[in-house]
């Protein structure tokens, strides 16, 4: 049974830095693509970053490119999301979801496996 499970959330002053991590298990991560999402309320959940396994490329959108990076531990099943600078605006419940095909798909419902998520609360 695959499972995705976050840690790392919480709450931080704006300008501050968060690390979210991402256990896998029931399945071999180096054969899957990653992605991290985020869903303010209210809002659609759309995609922060991913790892494609296919190209290996890492993916950002425009409103997190420079101060988040991603990173994954193969050896651990573990993806990381380290996130600096944050601001009110990443406010938001953080999910990462693996998807069997190793695409980074944009769209949230095309990967096959997710986390419960983990919030994340940035005061101004």
């Known amino acids: 049974q695959v499972q995705l499970v976050e840690s790392g959330g919480g709450l931080v002053q704006a300008g501050g830095s968060l690390r979210l991590a991402c256990v896998g298990s029931?399945?071999?991560?180096?054969?899957?693509?990653i992605g991290w999402f985020r869903q303010a309320p209210g809002k659609e959940r759309e995609r922060v970053s991913c790892i494609s396994h296919r190209d290996g490329g890492t993916y950002y959108s425009h409103s997190v490119k420079g101060r988040f990076t991603m990173s994954r531990d193969n050896g651990k099943n573990t993806a990381y999301l380290q996130m600096n600078n944050l601001n009110p605006d990443d406010t938001a419940d953080y999910y990462c979801a693996a998807d069997r095909r190793a695409f980074c798909w944009v769209e949230a419902a095309l990967y096959d496996y997710w986390g419960q998520g983990i919030q994340v609360t940035v005061s101004s």
């Open positions: 029931g399945f071999t991560s180096d054969d899957y693509s």
